[in-house]
């Protein structure tokens, strides 16, 4: 219940905020493109940035107040910058269970009759709507109402953050073009495309807000890296096993996609020669349909891949706990960064 409360008064700062810079708008022709933006920001998500942010400074001995709550959802908008422009990398038609925010766009464009190419009119306006929201994060943080000194000893970690994803998200470029890669290879793209700055610096950020030793600063970046790799070994998971209908996003395109997650790398490792050929036949194919992906499923089920990842992010969940049980925290904040370690290696969405 605590953790919903939370979640609620996060919501309600970001509503706010965007409500706000909405109101400053002077050019109605754009407006309907900025809604799309808070819709897309308010509408759902799991809030996990913000809630790490806001247990770092209480762990660390940061008081409830209003200010933690704005300053944590600004990471939630640093959030929607990377999932706009990730969508638009990988061309995503949903999130969310909606469509993305560039086929949005670009639906409006087609249904309105606008002049030119629809798609490349999505593209264009979510790239810098992205951006906005990567200029918002940065304003939401430091008119967050804590102190200077808070916002000057966060800075650091929070600098490191947007850096360390846009290297993981090149990273996992890279690995795409390059193609069939390690398992060794794929966990670093998973350390710093989503274990970093889902976990790690969100956690950081907000000890330094409140002050955090480093003793404290140091047992963050093990709990947050272990649960960091492990929720990006879920999600790498549900791309390939989810419910569509319950993920929000398509089971299809981490493999059209050819996206070079540990489960493809383990299967590599572990295949027959004909099972490496029906991998390097499907895995990659922008045509690839329900039949071709329920091959490479089989592959990953029978070379016990699946069996093996998830051992991984249980591994992981249990070195965070460990991490996290010698760490000089107070009891509701050990209690909140337990249940969220859990739930992140552990859900269905």
């Known amino acids: 219940m605590e953790t919903e409360r939370l979640r609620a008064r996060i ?8 409500d706000d810079r909405l ?3 002077d050019d109605e022709a754009t407006a309907p493109m900025f809604r799309l933006v808070r819709e897309f920001v308010v509408r759902g998500g799991k809030r996990l940035r913000p809630l790490l942010c806001y247990w770092g400074w209480r762990g660390a001995g940061g008081a409830d107040r209003p200010e933690i709550v704005r300053a944590a959802s600004a990471l939630e908008l640093f959030h929607a ?7 638009i990398m990988d061309d995503s038609a949903l999130r969310r269970g909606r469509p993305t925010l560039h086929r949005a766009l670009a639906e409006r464009h087609a249904a309105e009759r606008w002049r030119g190419d629809p798609r490349r009119f999505g593209v264009a306006t979510a790239i810098l709507l992205g951006d906005l929201c990567m200029t918002w994060a940065d304003e939401m943080l430091f008119v967050s109402g804590l102190p200077a000194r808070s916002l000057v000893a966060a800075r650091p970690y929070y600098h490191r953050m947007r850096s360390e994803v846009c290297y993981g998200q090149h ?13 060794e290879r794929s966990m670093r793209v998973v350390r710093y495309k989503s274990a970093k700055y889902t976990v790690e610096r969100p956690l950081q950020v907000g000890g330094a807000l409140a002050g955090a030793s480093p003793a404290l600063m140091a047992a963050y970046s093990a709990f947050g890296v272990a649960v960091g790799e492990a929720f990006q070994l879920r999600d790498d998971v549900l791309g390939a096993f989810g419910d569509p209908e319950v993920t929000g996003k398509s089971d ?19 295949a027959t020669p004909a099972q490496r050929d029906l991998i390097g036949r499907l895995h990659g194919d ?18 016990g891949t699946l069996t093996a ?4 992010i249980k591994e992981r969940v249990d070195q965070a706990l460990a991490a996290l049980s010698t760490a000089p925290v107070p009891a509701p904040a050990r209690r909140a960064l337990t249940d969220l370690a859990t739930s992140a290696a552990d859900r269905a969405r």
């Open 81 to 87: 910058f990377c999932l706009i422009h990730d969508d």
């Open 171 to 183: 990273l996992d470029i890279l690995e795409q073009a390059h193609g069939p890669t390690t398992a």
């Open 286 to 303: 922008p045509d690839l349909d329900e039949r071709g992906a329920a091959e490479l499923r089989g592959v990953l089920l029978d070379t």
């Open 252 to 270: 299809l395109d981490d493999f059209r996609d050819g996206k070079p997650t540990v489960l493809i790398a383990h299967a590599l490792e572990r």
């Open 23 to 25: 109101r400053g708008l």
């Open 309 to 312: 990842v998830e051992a991984m």
């Open 11 to 18: 919501d309600a700062e970001l509503a706010a905020f965007l």
